[in-house]
Structure formats: C-alpha cells, structure tokens
C-alpha cells in the first residue's frame, strides 16, 4: 500500500473509535497483532490497560479497559508522517478518570506498522506519570 492509503487506515481508525465505534476500529486491526500502549517495562495497577497485546480480541479488552477506567474527552492530533509500512502519528490527550474525576493530559507518539490494509504492529509512547497521578485521591 502507499504511505496516504496507510495513513488513511489510520485515520479512519482514530475517527471510529472516536466516534465511539470500538468495532469499526478493530476491524483495521489484525487478528495477530504486537500492540503496546503505553510502550512500558513498569506496569501499574492504575493503568492496567499497560500490556501488550497479541490478537484482535486482546485489543478489544485493551479499549474496553481504557473507557471503563477513563473518561477521554480531547483527543487531538498534531501530524502523520509515512514511511514504508510505517505511520508515525504525534498527539496530545486529555480526559477524566472515571474513579477520582481528576483530569489528567499528556503529548503522545504512536508508531503504526500497516501490512495489507491491517493494523500489524501499534506503538504508543507517553509520559504515563500525569494519568497515574490523576487515579489517586
């Protein structure tokens, strides 16, 4: 595929699950997938979303995870850059946790690998310091 046919797979995942449609996004993911968001070694209990992910259905409990435990309320995105199979995607993000209501933001990167229209390989680099504060009293 091109570099915009990639960055367009993106973008229409971003504008389903921001739209709310949690399966339409997941059908731009592969069935086998290397998925970590946020890419991290320490694993916390507030954001116990934070494992890797192997298969579409690991994906799926990923989001349910993330909107049982927060409230997203802006999402927005800075820039695309493509290479190859590869889209690079900067970000920033705000929301609320569902358990404190304190608010939390971050700037994110997320790094893409499309192979055949398919979401094969997601990347989700942030500071996670801010969103873990924001879950404790």
């Known amino acids: ?28 993911v592969a069935e086998k997938v290397d998925w970590q968001s946020p890419v ?22 990923f989001f349910q995870e993330l909107v049982n435990k927060v409230q997203p309320e802006k999402f927005e995105i800075v820039g695309f850059t493509a ?17 404190t209501g ?4 971050h700037d994110w ?8 229209g398919k979401i094969v390989r997601h990347r989700h680099y942030y500071d996670t310091a801010d969103i873990i504060d924001a879950f404790r009293p």
């Open 109 to 116: 990167l997320m790094i893409f690998t499309i192979l055949d």
């Open 83 to 99: 290479q190859g199979d590869n889209v690079v995607v900067e970000g920033s993000n705000q929301g609320q946790v569902r358990s």
């Open 102 to 105: 304190k608010r939390y933001e």
């Open 1 to 28: 595929m091109s570099k915009n046919e990639n960055i367009q797979v993106i973008k229409e995942h971003f504008a389903a699950f921001g739209r709310g449609d949690v399966q339409l996004a997941l059908e731009m």
């Open 40 to 61: 991290t070694k320490n694993q916390s209990e507030e954001i116990s979303w934070a494992k890797p992910c192997h298969n579409k259905k690991e994906v799926m409990q």
